[in-house]
């Protein structure tokens, strides 16, 4: 385990059968469509690459980068978008993919706007929902795991664009980011 890992919260092979059970469930209700598959970058990327491969059906990828947290446990409340989709999605069947649904600001920004655009559908999938941190209510169609109010990386997600790469889902120690 990493020095800076206070506790692993989900294994590899946690996260890896929950993306399955994910995949097949999106499968079905999908059948006969395609999905318009958009990760937001960074820290969804991991995810979606996982839950991109569960999914048997047609899907095409698209990104957006959004960002709020910079070298910051908390939000800034400011949502700004570095990179917007490239696919135009009126009468698309858009399907989000985020790491992670802390206090909901983000999505409550992207979800509006994918409708607006005239999306046929906006359904949002998420690994991770920390429920007790939201400041604005998301619907969430497809959700992994709920976790506990705790800085968590690893599998796509960062601390100071840190930790991405480690393979599990663990809590940072406090002394990391209280120094
Ligand atoms: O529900 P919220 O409180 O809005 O938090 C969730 C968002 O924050 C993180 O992104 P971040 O801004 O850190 O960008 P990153 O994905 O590049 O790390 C995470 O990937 C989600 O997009
Ligand atoms: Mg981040």
């Known amino acids: 385990m990493h020095q800076d890992i206070k506790e692993i919260l989900l294994t590899e092979e946690q996260i890896a059968a929950r993306v399955r059970e994910l995949g097949a469930q999106i499968t079905k209700d999908y059948a006969g469509k ?12 991991t995810f979606f690459t996982d839950l991109a491969r569960a999914i048997d059906g047609p899907v095409y990828f698209d990104f957006m980068s959004c960002s709020s947290y910079g070298a910051s446990t908390e939000s800034s409340g400011d949502i700004e978008i570095r990179k917007d989709l490239d696919n135009d999605v ?5 399907l989000i993919v985020e790491d992670i649904i802390d206090t909901g600001i983000t999505l409550s920004h992207l979800v509006p706007m994918l409708k607006e655009r005239g999306a046929r559908s906006v359904k949002l999938a998420t690994l ?3 429920p007790a941190r939201r400041q604005v209510e998301v619907p969430v169609d497809y959700n992994g795991f709920e976790i506990p109010d705790a800085f968590v990386v690893g599998y796509g997600l960062d601390y100071n664009s840190c930790y991405r790469n480690l393979p599990y889902i663990g809590v940072l120690k406090e002394e ?4």
Do not use: N, Q, R, W
Request: hydrophobic content about 40%.
């Open 34 to 45: 395609t999905i318009l598959l958009c990760g937001i970058l960074k820290g969804a990327v």
């Open 90 to 94: 009126e009468g698309k069947d858009v």
């Open 128 to 130: 991770l929902s920390k």
């Open 176 to 179: 990391v980011y209280s120094k």
